[in-house]
């Protein structure tokens, strides 16, 4: 399975989002989103929370546990 930060960059990407732009959603900086894109810095559970939202998919999906993007509810 691929790591949160490829999966990141996946969303991203199908989303025709800019990293300053993902990095707004989750109120930090181009630079540090950057940084978890690369799997420089941990993605904090907060910004995994934001993002799972904003993305519509769940968070074991942002984490690499499933290939399901689907959240159980």
Do not use: C, W
């Not at 990407?13 to 799997?39: C, H, M, P, W």
């Not at 941990?42 to 499933?66: A, C, K, M, Q």
């Amino acid at each position: 399975m691929e790591k949160y930060a490829e999966i990141l960059r996946e969303l991203r990407e199908d989303n025709f989002l800019k990293q300053s732009e993902v990095a707004a959603i989750i109120k930090t900086t181009q630079q540090v989103y950057s940084r978890y894109e690369l799997g420089i810095n941990e993605l904090p559970l907060r910004h995994l929370i934001t993002l799972s939202d904003f993305y519509n998919v769940s968070t074991d999906y942002i984490l690499g546990r499933t290939k399901n993007k689907k959240i159980n509810k």
